[in-house]
T-cell receptor, first 114, second 118 residues
Framework: AQKVTQAQTEISVVEKEDVTLDCVYE???????LFWYKQPPSGELVFLIR??????QNEISGRYSWNFQKSTSSFNFTITASQVVDSAVYFC???????????FGTGTRLKVLA | GAVVSQHPSWVICKSGTSVKIECRSL??????MFWYRQFPKQSLMLMAT?????????EQGVEKDKFLINHASLTLSTLTVTSAHPEDSSFYIC??????????????FGQGTRLTVV
């Protein structure tokens, strides 16, 4: 069975603080894909990153960075120098090879306070 | 490219009526689209897989007679909530894969439809 766990339901930080959102996944597939999406109050899903299971390189994009560790089945997301505009719900998701069904975590609501 | 559009963005309907939600891939073809439901402050749960030219595949616990899915063309899937009740109030979001993109990529999500049944 596939599962994505985001243990942090809600996080509040003060602007300019760094924050890490945790994601732990379970799958028996050897090939799989992990994703992070941002969902602002308007509801649409904003794609942030896709990571293939065979590529464990960490990635940095501006203030965003992702740490993928297969040994711990984790795919954590860090925002450095957080801003109020980062306030949203963030979802981690998993899909196996051969399918475009996504398994979403329960989401982490991030509140960045000015 | 790879834009998925849903219509309407929000809808309010009376209990007992039916509501149709459209999911269109604007600049690509999609033989398969997916419908998700998100209750307030909850995660997105897959409801069904919409297959062009054939019957949809529903996830366990989803009533196929209540949530009618039609995928009549390579760019359009529709979800009809029949005899809607207040408990059907939710955020419905679809996704689609671009057939012509080489290799595995992400599915593209529509902007969602917020349904309120009163």
């Amino acid at each position: 069975a596939q599962k994505v766990t985001q243990a942090q339901t809600e996080i509040s930080v003060v602007e300019k603080e760094d924050v890490t959102l945790d994601c732990v996944y379970e799958t028996r597939d050897t090939t799989y894909y992990l994703f992070w999406y941002k969902q602002p109050p308007s509801g649409e899903l904003v794609f942030l990153i896709r990571r293939n299971s065979f590529d464990e390189q960490n990635e940095i994009s501006g203030r965003y960075s992702w740490n993928f560790q297969k040994s711990t089945s984790s795919f954590n997301f860090t925002i450095t120098a957080s801003q109020v505009v980062d306030s949203a719900v963030y979802f981690c998701a998993l899909r196996g090879s051969g399918t475009y069904k996504y398994i979403f975590g329960t989401g982490t609501r991030l509140k960045v306070l000015a | 490219g790879a834009v998925v559009s849903q219509h309407p963005s929000w809808v309010i309907c009376k209990s007992g009526t039916s509501v149709k939600i459209e999911c269109r891939s604007l600049d690509f073809q999609a033989t398969t689209m997916f419908w998700y439901r998100q209750f307030p402050k909850q995660s997105l749960m897959l409801m069904a897989t919409s297959n062009e030219g054939s019957k949809a595949t529903y996830e366990q616990g989803v009533e196929k007679d209540k949530f009618l899915i039609n995928h009549a063309s390579l760019t359009l899937s529709t979800l009809t909530v029949t005899s809607a009740h207040p408990e059907d109030s939710s955020f419905y979001i679809c996704s689609a894969r671009d057939l012509d993109r080489v290799g595995n990529t992400e599915a593209f999500f529509g902007q969602g439809t917020r349904l309120t049944v009163v």
